[in-house]
């Protein structure tokens, strides 16, 4: 399983949306998958919805062409919250 933290409005994806819950979704994988198809497989679409992706906590340029593998974890962020990042 790969863990993905959901951030702002991308919220409505995760298997309890509710405010107060913890914006996780958990994607079942086998092998090593993009994270692109993590994210279509939730209902996501990385190229019109997400800004900012970090695997393992750390922040990737190419996020949505990197493979992931169970046991990863992948936090995203929507457009409307992109941030710069040095």
């Given at each position: 399983m790969v863990e993905v933290r959901l951030y702002g409005r991308?919220?409505?994806f995760a298997q309890n949306p509710?405010?107060?819950a913890e914006s996780i979704a958990w994607v079942p994988v086998e092998g090593e998958v993009k994270v692109a198809e993590v994210?279509?497989?939730l209902g996501i679409d990385p190229e019109?919805?997400?800004?900012n992706i970090f695997i393992n906590g750390r922040y990737s340029y190419d996020a949505r062409e990197r493979m992931v593998r169970s046991g990863d974890r992948v936090?995203?962020?929507p457009?409307?919250?992109a941030m710069l990042y040095c």
């Open positions: 991308l919220r409505r509710e405010v107060t994210l279509r497989r019109k919805e997400v800004s936090g995203v962020f457009k409307d919250m």
